[in-house]
């Protein structure tokens, strides 16, 4: 007689086999493959128990699946592509409710997402993350109102934290804010004008919280620009610019709020420097230069504003001088 236990446990394990089986047939998937036109998409629908799991989608009728659809309560959960045909997914997008909420595309090919999209309730866009240096740290930030950028913000040295914010109105930059040294604070700014040409930009050279260096431009070129040199909150030395070379410089070199020399430049190289040196308002030296080296001085020494002596150099060192009166 065989034992009861043996007979127990046989008859469990015929049970449990049924059950399986049973939940194969159950859970078993189906596939329903339609066309929606001889050139169209090849879809496959796939269900699970009668409802929709998941959707296939063959784009360009080669044999390969390049759409993903899977669902959740008959209802979109989440979307992958395939979308360069390289037999790998790289756009992901998450549904809620219906609507898109989220977006993660691999635009490098190394299967991992590096730009990724956040949509507001009604599946709009309001924020966009990306990685632009593939280290797999987002880098810059993307914000969005109305369907249109209101700022950027970007990570030059990877620390996860922005050093250049940039502002938009209307699509258009106006204001960019800029820590151009990454020491964690902002030292530059920059203010933009119809088209998105540069108007102007403000500096703290020395960090110190104060501006000191102002930059003037026109039609997106540097114009004109002004240092305060003491820390006074006084403009002492202004450069004057056309087409991105130095013309003119003028400095208040005693800091008393006056112009007392004056250079001008050809080429990029000085020409020729004016100087009051007795502070009366009127030049009464002048400094004249070839390829950079002085060759020839005027001055007034007599402050009247007639010139009484000349000096003529080369290679720095005077060889004739010139008694006028």
Do not use: C
Request: glycine residues 8%.
């Amino acid at each position: 007689m065989k034992n009861p236990l043996y007979i127990y446990l046989s008859l469990l394990l015929l049970f449990l086999l049924s059950l399986f089986e049973l939940e194969n047939i159950w859970g078993a998937e189906t596939k329903e493959t339609r066309e929606a036109s001889p050139q169209g998409p090849v879809v496959h629908f796939i269900r699970k128990d009668g409802r929709l799991v998941r959707q296939e989608q063959d784009l360009d009728r080669d044999g390969d699946i390049e759409v993903w659809l899977y669902y959740v309560g008959e209802e979109i959960d989440r979307q992958e592509e395939d979308t360069d045909n390289d037999s790998r997914v790289d756009l992901w997008t998450y549904y809620l409710k219906g609507k898109i909420d989220r977006q993660e595309r691999d635009t490098n090919g190394d299967g991992k997402p590096d730009h990724w999209f956040f949509m507001d309730k009604n599946g709009v866009m309001e924020r966009e993350w990306r990685d632009t240096n593939n280290d797999h740290i987002v880098d810059t930030w993307l914000y969005y109102s109305n369907r249109e950028i209101i700022r950027i913000e970007k990570d030059k040295d990877s620390d996860r934290y922005p050093d250049l914010l940039a502002y938009f109105e209307k699509g258009a930059r106006v204001r960019e804010e800029e820590d151009t040294d990454l020491d964690g604070k902002i030292n530059l700014w920059s203010y933009y004008g119809a088209g998105g040409k540069i108007l102007r930009q403000e500096e703290d050279r020395d960090n110190d919280g104060e501006i000191d260096i102002f930059f003037y431009y026109q039609n997106g070129q540097l114009s004109r620009r002004d240092e305060d040199t003491n820390k006074d909150g006084l403009i002492d030395v202004r450069d004057y610019y056309s087409g991105q070379e130095l013309l003119q410089q003028e400095k208040d070199t005693d800091f008393d709020g006056q112009i007392d020399l004056k250079a001008y430049f050809v080429g990029g190289q000085l020409s020729k420097k004016e100087v009051d040196t007795n502070r009366d308002g009127k030049v009464d030296v002048r400094s004249y230069f070839q390829a950079g080296e002085l060759e020839r001085q005027e001055e007034d020494t007599d402050f009247d504003g007639q010139i009484d002596r000349r000096f003529f150099f080369r290679k720095g060192q005077v060889v004739k001088q010139e008694i006028l009166k």
